[in-house]
């Protein structure tokens, strides 16, 4: 029996017919469109999709149009850390004939996103003409997002380490354990192992404090430095702050229901941060269809 990477590498190569369609619908394109960011983890139980959402939530407040895609195979649940039941997801577009724009969900101060469910499973099982319609619709993102954050999945799966390869940006979120830390080492590993330009962000999420946060930062780069000859950049931490407990247990994201809180404020900074990130230049942000292009090409 094919295992889903195997499926996925067939159906991507099984589309390669299809690039007169791909380029008349503008799926392949220089033009810049939105900042495509990837959010991932060495492990699950770190806070990733928590930090996800609330990141998103921050960028709005700072008035731009965000989309968050849940891209998590195994635990997709951008909705619930947004306290709102999603109508549709991505295999209504698959098998519903919908569009991208009708799944869209709206959260906290007009954040979008996209439900994974059952949809992210679904496109595995894709034949080659569902799969070209399903990219020519994520393409329509970039008209509504300044910023499209990529809630992966976690650990080394191929699928994660596709959706990674394939993002301009990515930021990993760790935790102080120590179980934590060597599997973001790992996760840098295998990135990098591959492409050592990646721009890799890493968040301590957790921490009890500042100095231990940058502790970890300082050692993890260090490390990544000294064996795999690679610079992460250090983005910053999230306290270990009683608020993001009762936010999650009130399905509110904590910049919301306790604004004023010390994790509220290490998101802003980290968000202030990001928007001040001078490597980017507009040339350089090339928008979700350019993503789905790379994503495409891992499988060949």
Same mark, same amino acid.
């Given at each position: ?121 679904? !496109? ?6 569902? =799969?070209?319609?399903? &990219?020519? #619709? +994520? *393409?329509?993102?970039?008209?509504? $997002? ?73 050692? !993890? ?6 064996? =795999?000859?690679?610079? &992460?950049? #250090? +983005? *910053?931490?999230?306290?270990?702050? $009683? ?58």
């Amino acid at each position: 029996m094919k295992d889903q990477a195997e499926r996925l590498r067939e159906i991507i190569s099984s589309i390669k017919n299809y690039k007169d369609e791909e380029n008349r619908t503008g799926i392949l394109t220089n033009k810049p469109g939105s900042r495509v960011i990837a959010v991932t983890s060495g492990k699950g139980g770190v806070g990733k999709t928590n930090f996800t959402v609330n990141l998103g939530i921050k960028f709005a407040q700072m008035g731009l149009r965000v989309v968050i895609i849940d891209a998590d195979l195994g635990l997709a649940n951008v909705d619930v850390v947004m306290g709102k039941m999603s109508k549709y997801n991505l295999s209504d577009v698959i098998n519903s004939n919908k569009n991208i724009l009708e799944i869209l969900e709206e959260g906290y101060e007009g954040v979008k996103f996209v439900s994974g469910g059952s949809g992210v499973q679904e !496109l595995v099982k894709l034949n080659r003409t569902q =799969l070209v319609d399903l &990219l020519m #619709k +994520l *393409g329509r993102l970039d008209e509504e $997002a300044d910023i499209i954050l990529i809630d992966t999945g976690a650990g080394l799966s191929e699928n994660v380490i596709s959706f990674v390869h394939a993002a301009r940006e990515v930021i990993l979120v760790t935790t102080p354990e120590p179980t934590s830390i060597t599997d973001a080492y790992a996760l840098i590993k295998t990135i990098t192992h591959k492409d050592k330009t990646k721009n890799i962000k890493v968040v301590v999420n957790r921490a009890d404090n500042a100095a231990e946060a940058f502790n970890i930062l300082d050692k !993890l780069n260090i490390v990544t430095q000294k064996f =795999l000859g690679v610079k &992460l950049q #250090k +983005l *910053g931490y999230i306290l270990n702050d $009683a608020c993001v407990t009762k936010a999650v247990k009130i399905q509110q994201p904590f910049v919301i229901s306790f604004a004023r809180s010390e994790a509220s404020k290490n998101m802003n900074d980290i968000a202030l941060t990001l928007m001040d990130n001078k490597e980017l230049s507009p040339s350089s942000v090339s928008g979700i269809k350019m993503f789905i292009n790379k994503l495409t090409s891992l499988f060949n």
